[in-house]
């Protein structure tokens, strides 16, 4: 199971990073916002 999980981490990562670059060549910057969540 931990297997799985670093697996989809490491997918995760290349995704982001070839998101943010494809961005980045657009003219983009890519900024984070973390917001709390708010219950139901």
């Given at each position: 199971?931990?297997?799985?999980n670093?697996?989809?981490?490491?997918?995760?990562?290349?995704?982001?990073?070839?998101?943010?670059?494809?961005?980045?060549?657009?003219?983009?910057?890519?900024?984070?916002?973390?917001?709390?969540?708010?219950?139901?």
């Amino acid at each position: 199971m931990l297997q799985n999980n670093i697996e989809l981490d490491l997918k995760e990562q290349i995704v982001n990073k070839t998101f943010v670059k494809m961005m980045d060549e657009l003219g983009y910057d890519v900024e984070l916002t973390y917001k709390k969540k708010v219950a139901d």
